[in-house]
């Protein structure tokens, strides 16, 4: 069963329906209805919220109580919209919780809380960068686990995981074997408060330009992460993150043999995953097609419509 906000009735980007209701609480509706269908047991949910993302629309309850709030506190940093748009999600993640509850069967359900990507950079201080860039502020991002009787409440743990892992993590609770290679670890160790083993190298490749971003690729391996940056002949950064998580101290010149040692284990990874890289400049670049992500004048309510058309926006394309 796949459900599209076009299914419930929204139009693209869209957080109202005609009728004035939420896309995040008929997006629950609908995932609650399935999870609660004695028929669907066995269930694997996956639930991909759309509220807390520019452009920011609330409902007006939830708005004005924010807007009272940032007027007491007079923090011009704070985002009334925003925080709204968070109380929505926390809200029907709430549902979600109470009717699996409901049914008793938290002792057989894993409940996972995540995100896609890093949020946007006003919010991720004192992390540096935003979504888009491979600065923690657009990587890292928040992970809780639920299961009652098998995690124990309170358990936290620093080992880096990504989402990868979550597949992995299945696959071995469902009970079942793997057809090939798994890219991810599973983290079932971690459930109970152990570690995952050896230090193993995590990844990311973002050759395309997002939000901020100018195409690059990232390695971690243990505190140090290195990020190789492909425009202008290219650079790499490299940063203790368990000594600088802000990642404000550049460490490339001082500690030239691990940013080498990190530079090739990165390399050899692109090489193995024919990753693209960027080595030319694009002929098709035009500087006017680019347009910000967002509720434009003329879109007729659509947020982001024709932008970014043809991959205009990309100076670099890969050779």
Request: proline share 7%.
């Amino acid at each position: 069963m796949v459900v599209f906000p076009q299914d419930l009735g929204f139009g693209k980007d869209a957080y109202f329906d005609d009728e004035g209701r939420q896309l995040s609480d008929r997006l629950t509706d609908a995932v609650i209805a399935f999870a609660t269908e004695p028929s669907n047991r066995p269930f694997f949910a996956y639930y991909a919220d759309h509220a807390v993302h520019a452009p920011f629309e609330s409902e007006a309850d939830l708005l004005a109580k924010y807007e009272q709030k940032a007027a007491r506190l007079r923090d011009g940093r704070n985002d009334p919209a925003y925080a709204a748009t968070i109380e929505a999600v926390d809200r029907n993640i709430g549902r979600i919780m109470q009717a699996v509850t409901s049914q008793g069967i938290t002792e057989n359900t894993l409940v996972i809380f995540t995100s896609d990507n890093g949020g946007t950079a006003s919010y991720t201080p004192p992390l540096a960068g935003g979504k888009g860039q491979l600065y923690e502020g657009g990587i890292r991002v928040p992970l809780a686990m639920w299961w009652p009787g098998t995690i124990r409440p309170g358990l936290t743990s620093a080992e880096p995981v990504a989402s990868i892992d979550f597949y992995s993590t299945l696959v071995e609770l469902a009970g079942l074997v793997p057809q090939s290679q798994l890219d991810g670890a599973s983290l079932v160790p971690l459930l109970s408060g152990k570690r995952l083993g050896e230090s193993r190298p995590l990844f990311w490749h973002f050759p395309c330009y997002i939000g901020k971003s100018t195409p690059s690729s990232a390695v971690r391996e243990g505190d140090y992460k290195l990020i190789e940056f492909f425009e202008d002949g290219g650079h790499v950064e490299l940063y203790n993150l368990r000594k600088d998580p802000g990642e404000s101290n550049h460490l490339a010149s001082t500690e030239p043999a691990k940013a080498s040692a990190l530079a090739s284990t990165l390399r050899t990874w692109q090489s193995t995953t024919q990753a693209a890289i960027p080595t030319q400049p694009n002929p098709a670049y035009d500087p006017a097609a680019e347009r910000p992500r967002g509720r434009q004048q003329g879109d007729g309510g659509q947020s982001g419509k024709g932008g970014r058309k043809g991959g205009q926006r990309k100076q670099r394309q890969a050779g």
